[in-house]
């Protein structure tokens, strides 16, 4: 399914790197907020974090699906204390 994707939304981008390179969306986790105070502190904690960089977000809060689905969707790249970075 990766490969697919990638061929389908990142075919034109022939640099730097194949189609895959640019996939932001193989590692996943979820986090579950009770209220909008919650996500914004964690979202706080985020900026406020040098290792952590939001690199694309989707606010579905503001344009649900036509399903009615609302999430918030980031990605995120995250450096490691030796210098290796992360697009999760």
Known sequence: RASEKAQADYYSKQEPGPPESWLYDIVRGSVLFDNADQLLDFLEFICGDESIEIVRSTNRFRNPT?????DWNLQLQIITDDGIKHIC
Do not use: K
């Not at 036509?66 to 609302?70: A, D, K, P, Q």
């Open 66 to 70: 036509l399903s009615g689905y609302r």
